[in-house]
């Protein structure tokens, strides 16, 4: 009996081995662009923790096809999710890309980027800024955390710098909307024909929003800059795509939250580790990976809440 069972795991735990070597020797994504709107497509990430069996793929990336050529928002999270993105355009769309638009220096979302090194590639200053100083130890981390995926990767800066502004690709007219608050810059692109915002990290829908650079103050002062937009179709950076601002209203909502219990906690005079047992609401309970993103942002955030306390006193 003992025999037979230690067989049976045996043989499970050789199995599963060989479904994950298999999924990660593979190396391919599965990208499947879906239209969201005349001329738009997403590509969907999951709602997870980077691991070795996503390969970083927790993101959403976009393209716009024009009459001139292919959009591009944001390139993923490897050389090769970038080489798979551009090849599933070419297959649905047969255009050239024609523009690439990063929305921040996060990892997931640029380290695509050699894929289109043969294509303007822009972003806001402060995102290049981001991408040239910490550029090469994000790929490193992001290395460490999905290994094999990540080979031949390498953080490339973005050679275009854009602004607050309105251009025209190909008869399509695209808002450039520079806002911040998730990070020192954030990008957001609004698609005017069909009414397609694509948001950025800005707006995280049914996925625990990330603040490794975050400043939440701005940040919530970015989603009423988004949601005075309006908008028919909304592509969180990450989470499913929306036809309300019901990733608006969730992001903010948490994020008030946030803001909320780690300045009380503050003020109660608590240490981090007490911070980080502070009990979440139950209307985020359905929130993928919340409770691990509350206390990375409690080891992130809280140091600047306890000094916020004691400003008043050393004053
Ligand atoms: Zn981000």
């Known amino acids: 009996m003992i025999r037979f069972n230690s067989w049976g795991l045996a043989l499970g735990l050789m199995l599963l081995a060989a479904v994950r070597a298999g999924a990660e020797t593979s190396f391919d994504y599965g990208l499947e662009p879906q239209a969201v709107a005349d001329g738009v497509h997403v590509l969907l990430g999951r709602t997870e923790h980077f691991t070795r069996e996503n390969g ?3 993101v959403n990336t976009g393209f716009i096809v024009t009459d001139d050529g292919v959009v591009v928002i944001d390139t993923g999270p490897s050389r090769r999710y970038g080489e798979q993105m551009r090849a599933a355009i070419a297959r649905s769309t047969g255009q050239p890309v024609r523009q690439v638009y990063l929305t ?17 590639v822009a972003a806001l200053a402060g995102t290049r800024h981001s991408i040239r100083t910490r550029g090469d130890a994000l790929n490193s981390n992001l290395y460490r955390l999905v290994g094999g995926w ?15 502004s309105t251009v025209m690709i ?7 909307i520079a806002l911040n608050g998730h990070t020192t810059s954030d990008l957001a692109v609004f698609d005017e024909q069909s ?29 009423e800059r988004l949601r005075a937009i309006d908008f028919k179709v909304l592509v969180p950076g990450h989470g499913p795509v929306l036809r ?19 300045r009380k906690a503050a003020r109660n005079g608590m240490d981090l580790n007490e911070a980080m047992r502070a009990p979440l609401p139950p209307e985020f309970a359905k929130i993928a990976v ?13 140091p600047e809440y306890e000094l916020e306390t004691l400003a008043p006193v050393s004053r």
Not at 104 to 120: E, K, R, Y
Not at 153 to 159: D, R, S
């Open 195 to 223: 009414a397609t915002l694509f948001a950025g990290d800005l707006v995280f829908f049914d996925r625990a929003a990330t603040t490794p650079d975050a400043d939440i103050d701005q940040w919530l002062h970015s989603l």
């Open 290 to 302: 919340i409770k691990e993103e509350f206390e990375r942002s409690v080891i992130h955030l809280y």
């Open 56 to 58: 970083g793929n927790i």
């Open 244 to 262: 309300d601002a019901a990733g608006i209203e969730q992001t903010r909502a948490y994020l008030g939250w946030l803001a909320g219990a780690l």
């Open 104 to 120: 921040h220096a996060h990892p997931d979302h640029f380290l695509g980027s050699q894929a289109f090194v043969d294509v303007p």
């Open 170 to 176: 190909g008869g399509r007219s695209l808002r450039l």
């Open 150 to 164: 990540m080979a031949g990767t390498e953080a490339v800066v973005p050679a275009q710098v854009v602004e607050d």
